[in-house]
């Protein structure tokens, strides 16, 4: 990402990134708030970026990071649209996949597979913080 910081500085952001956010959404926060300015986003149509999604951490840490993806984009997708659409768009938009994972969840605790319990209730869990306004805290019990 390149940013031209002095016309930024002047007509949008003090400061770039919103530190609400944690893992995820945080540079769609920023392109929306650069769009809303007015200002303008290049693309580089010939770059290539290869992301390997997590492997700096340990395999055994595996399922840790799935459960704190899981909450986390949960928590972000609110947040975001709150932010930028208000409560009431926030919470209906995040609805289905709510109760999505309700069901999911029911679901693997009557079939006693307790790491994907584990994921929807994070998903439950994050959707929930966001919406009583709690800000981000979970973090992967390493």
Request: with cysteine.
């Amino acid at each position: 990402m390149l940013l031209n910081k002095k016309k930024l500085d002047k007509t949008l952001l003090k400061e770039y990134f919103d530190e609400n956010f944690f893992m995820y959404l945080e540079n769609d926060d920023l392109c929306k708030r650069v769009v809303d300015a007015q200002e303008n986003i290049y693309i580089a149509p010939i770059s290539k970026i290869k992301h390997l999604g997590g492997k700096a951490v340990d395999i055994k840490y595996k399922n840790e990071v799935e459960f704190a993806r899981n909450w986390h984009w949960i928590w972000s997708k609110f947040y975001f649209n709150k932010k930028h659409y208000g409560y009431t768009v926030a919470f209906l938009k995040g609805l289905p996949k709510f109760f999505s994972s309700l069901i999911k969840y029911i679901f693997y605790v009557i079939m006693k597979n307790n790491i994907k319990q584990k994921i929807y209730l994070n998903r439950l869990s994050g959707f929930f913080n966001a919406a009583i306004n709690k800000k981000s805290w979970y973090r992967s019990q390493f």
